[in-house]
């Protein structure tokens, strides 16, 4: 099942998404409309995604990416949080992604809730 999407309008036109809700056939004249591309990816590995997001679509959130990196949108940003151990690994992939495709990658650090 998808995650909703939001589309919010604050002097252009900018989506903020789960990007695995957008591997579909609207994604392209959905992505007309805008200018910003922001996402959340933790990983680039199928196992790990489903283990991070507890669910399925890793393929669905690459294709989604490549769809966006192909279209007119200004940018295209990705937010990465960190995990020591899980996917810390990965952040060298990350950066590598920026060297063939005009996509900015933000490292957050993950910060647990417990209490």
């Known amino acids: 099942m998808a995650l909703p999407c939001t589309v919010v309008y604050l002097g252009s036109s900018i989506m903020v998404s789960h990007i695995s809700t957008l591997g579909n056939d609207s994604l392209q004249l959905n992505l007309n409309y805008l200018i910003n591309f922001f996402s959340s990816l933790d990983t680039l590995d199928p196992f790990k995604f489903e283990l991070m997001t507890r669910r399925r679509g890793h393929e669905a959130v690459l294709k989604t990416l490549q769809v966006a990196l192909s279209s007119s949108l200004v940018s295209v940003k990705i937010n ?14 990350f950066v590598d992604m920026t060297k063939d495709e005009p996509i900015s990658v933000r490292f957050i650090e993950f910060m647990p809730f417990t209490g």
Do not use: C, M, P, Y
């Open 80 to 93: 990465v949080v960190v995990i020591k151990g899980l996917n810390d690994s990965e952040v060298l992939d």
